[in-house]
Nanobody, 130 residues
Framework: VQLQASGGGLVQSGGSLRLSCETS????????ISWFRQAPGKEREGVSC????????TYSDSVKGRFTISRDNAANPVYLQMNSLGPEDTAVYYC????????????????????????WGQGTQVTVSS
């Protein structure tokens, strides 16, 4: 099982980026895929989740209405479209896969508990300038 995040970069405040999470070694049907982010000096924060079985999605309050998670099909990849970016969105973004969250669904209260995710990508840096 491997995940690879890409698409990060430097963008001005108000701009957009689209992150991609390429997966290999498994099919998404049994997993939930989530995006987490970690800013310097801060804890890792879950921002969006998509269920592999039915594409149900959920978002943290900090990104709701600005970010959209999606996938093309059961194989690959999972995207995170990020609009109206602000300096507070600056962080390393990681995609991660979880069977327990996949079973419970992304709308469960546990969907953003990092320790439930067994597989992690390497992270991609997003920097938003003011």
């Amino acid at each position: 099982v491997q995940l690879q995040a890409s698409g990060g970069g430097l963008v001005q405040s108000g701009g957009s980026l689209r992150l991609s999470c390429e997966t290999s070694g498994f099919t998404l049907d049994y997993y939930a895929i989530s995006w987490f982010r970690q800013a310097p000096g801060k804890e890792r924060e879950g921002v969006s989740c998509i269920s592999g079985s039915d594409s149900t999605t959920t978002y943290s309050d900090s990104v709701k209405g600005r970010f959209t998670i999606s996938r093309d099909n059961a194989a690959n990849p999972v995207y995170l479209q990020m609009n109206s970016l602000g300096p507070e969105d600056t962080a390393v973004y990681y995609c991660a896969a979880s069977i327990p969250v996949g079973v419970a669904g992304c709308t469960s209260p546990n969907s953003f508990i990092a320790r439930l995710y067994d597989e992690w990508g390497q992270g991609t840096q997003v920097t938003v300038s003011s």
